[in-house]
């Protein structure tokens, strides 16, 4: 499966078209890390625990995403975005979109 | 006294060490930043949303880097001082300037661990996570992230001059 935030994919020629597909996932940070986040706010800079979860986070939901582009038949998703919403105090969904396609 | 110190003592303390603290690890991030952006000097990112044409790649993919950042205490009491009068907030621009250039650190070093020559179509995102607890407070951060496509040269001297 290969994937790409362009119209198409590097070096390849799309021969057919899928349609769109998604992959989501909602996450709640945990009460260990938010503490040391809690911490860390006093001096400023990078919360790693956060990153690492949201990069995570971010993984899956473009696991989710190709996944429905292979049970689709495709075996490539182009023009990918990401978005993130915080849906709720503590939680934020991860979702990643594109386009499922077939490449030569 | 000690009800003294615990009110008015404390709150200044936790400034002054914030300031302190938070203002030796950002010049130590700047300077790591600057060393690793000065490597990567030559390594071609770009904005454009297909290849220029002089670039001839044989395989892509998308690469992406991310940084969760938060406002120290010192940052946002200077902020909270500074959005009575309006203006400028100075001390949140480096924080958020250093984050960004992290992400995007840390995405050409994606790309370079996999043995990719370029990324084009790069897309920088900024996004808010929500506070832990419903009254505002708790931590919030803010998340920046970096992603782009990522080519091999179709061969070494494939990018002509």
Known sequence: MEISNTESIPGRTIVQFYGVVTGN???????????????????????????ELLQDSRNEATQRMIQQAESMGANAVVNVRFATSSISQGAAELFAYGTAVRVE | ????????????????????????????????????????????VVTFDTM?????????????????ISLDYFKRVIAGLRAIVGGRIKTYEPLLDRARREAMLRMIEDARRDGYDAIFNVRLETS?????????KGTAGVEMLAFGT???????????Q
Not at chain 2, 153 to 160: D, E, I, K, P, Q
């Open chain 1, 25 to 51: 996932t909602v996450r709640a940070k945990h009460i260990g890390r938010d503490i040391m986040a809690g911490l860390k706010n006093i001096v400023g800079g990078e919360l790693a625990g956060y990153t």
């Open chain 2, 1 to 44: 006294m000690l009800e003294l110190f615990l009110n008015f003592g404390l709150p200044f303390l936790l400034l002054l060490v914030a300031y302190f603290v938070g203002t030796m690890l950002e010049k130590g991030h700047f300077r790591s930043i600057r060393k690793r952006e000065g490597e990567y000097a030559k390594f071609p």
């Open chain 2, 52 to 68: 220029p044409d002089d670039w001839s790649a044989s395989s892509g993919t998308l690469v992406s880097g991310s940084v969760v």
């Open chain 2, 128 to 136: 808010r996570l929500a506070n832990s607890r419903g009254d505002g």
């Open chain 2, 150 to 160: 990522a080519v091999k040269f179709a061969s070494r001297f494939a990018r002509t």
